[in-house]
């Protein structure tokens, strides 16, 4: 009899640290990603996207370069905070197509699930498929930690502009 309760008591141990060990390693992760657009883009047309973020660790700092790898089809105009975001500086060449955008907040950080963290404003120049990457700097907490993250940029088709006249 005694085996068998020391086997469930270990048994038990074991478990708690997985959990905890499983718990911890995740809390500090981080998904960042560009949302899809909500409707069917067309060339001409300016439009806006949202980077989405998901963190149980609150955000306090961070630097994100956003590319457009095709910027004669999908062209950068600018980016503002989101609703749950902040901005402090954006930087944006227009040859290249890359924006680099920061941020810094003193009081509480932000935290959740789909967080509308930045807004994107775009031009379709130009029918066709244009990938927009996303590429996380700096992700930190209060204390300067860097937070680990995941980031997906995202291809958007943009149709032939079609004359209603």
């Known amino acids: 009899m005694k085996t068998a309760s020391f086997s469930i008591s270990?048994?038990?141990?074991?478990?708690?640290?997985l959990f905890l060990t499983c718990a911890f390693s995740f809390a500090g992760d981080a998904n960042i990603r560009i949302a899809?657009?909500?409707?069917a883009v067309s060339a001409g047309e300016s439009f806006r996207l949202n980077v989405i973020i998901d963190t149980l660790e609150p955000?306090?700092?961070?630097?994100?370069?956003?590319?457009s790898l095709d910027p004669?089809?999908?062209?950068?105009?600018?980016?503002?905070?989101?609703?749950?975001?902040f901005v402090t500086a954006s930087l944006l060449?227009?040859?290249?197509?890359?924006?680099?955008?920061?941020?810094?907040?003193?009081?509480?950080?932000?935290?959740?699930?789909d967080?509308?963290?930045?807004?994107?404003?775009?031009?379709?120049?130009?029918?066709?498929?244009?990938?927009?990457?996303?590429r996380p700097v700096i992700f930190a907490?209060?204390?300067?930690?860097?937070?680990?993250t995941?980031?997906?940029?995202?291809n958007v088709d943009i149709e032939r502009a079609v004359n209603t006249q």
């Not at 004669?72 to 749950?84: H, N, Q, R, T």
């Open 10 to 17: 270990t048994l038990f141990t074991v478990w708690f640290i």
């Open 36 to 39: 899809p657009p909500d409707h």
């Open 59 to 67: 955000v306090h700092a961070y630097q994100f370069e956003i590319r």
């Open 72 to 85: 004669s089809v999908l062209e950068i105009e600018g980016v503002e905070a989101g609703p749950d975001g």
């Open 93 to 113: 060449d227009e040859a290249s197509g890359m924006l680099k955008v920061n941020g810094f907040v003193a009081e509480d950080g932000v935290s959740g699930a």
């Open 115 to 134: 967080l509308r963290f930045l807004t994107l404003r775009l031009v379709a120049k130009a029918h066709g498929e244009a990938a927009l990457d996303i």
């Open 141 to 148: 907490g209060a204390t300067g930690d860097k937070i680990k």
């Open 150 to 154: 995941t980031a997906a940029g995202i």
